[in-house]
């Protein structure tokens, strides 16, 4: 049986969170440029991770077999 290869794209996209009952983090969408007209507090949270939805996660742990997210 030949080893599952990562999906670099994303590898590069999502992180897993460490401990028993781990997560995947993303970044929120729309902060690359054109941020001067949004408001401040829209900025903030746009810095802040999102934790993946869970139907998603299901599809990360195919892609990425490395990381051990539960």
Same mark, same amino acid.
């Given at each position: %049986? @030949? !080893?599952i290869?990562?999906? /670099?794209?994303?590898a /590069?996209r999502f992180?897993?969170?460490?401990? /028993?009952k781990?997560k995947? %983090?993303?970044?929120k ?8 007209? #949004? ?6 949270l !746009?810095r /802040?991770?999102? #934790?993946?939805h @869970?139907t998603d996660a299901?599809? =990360?742990?195919? =892609? =990425?077999p490395y =990381?051990?997210? !539960?």
């Amino acid at each position: %049986m @030949p !080893k599952i290869k990562t999906h /670099k794209a994303s590898a /590069k996209r999502f992180k897993a969170t460490g401990g /028993k009952k781990a997560k995947f %983090m993303r970044r929120k969408a729309g902060q690359g440029h054109f941020n001067a007209r #949004e408001d401040g507090n829209t900025v903030r949270l !746009k810095r /802040k991770d999102q #934790e993946v939805h @869970p139907t998603d996660a299901k599809r =990360l742990k195919v =892609l =990425l077999p490395y =990381l051990k997210a !539960k």
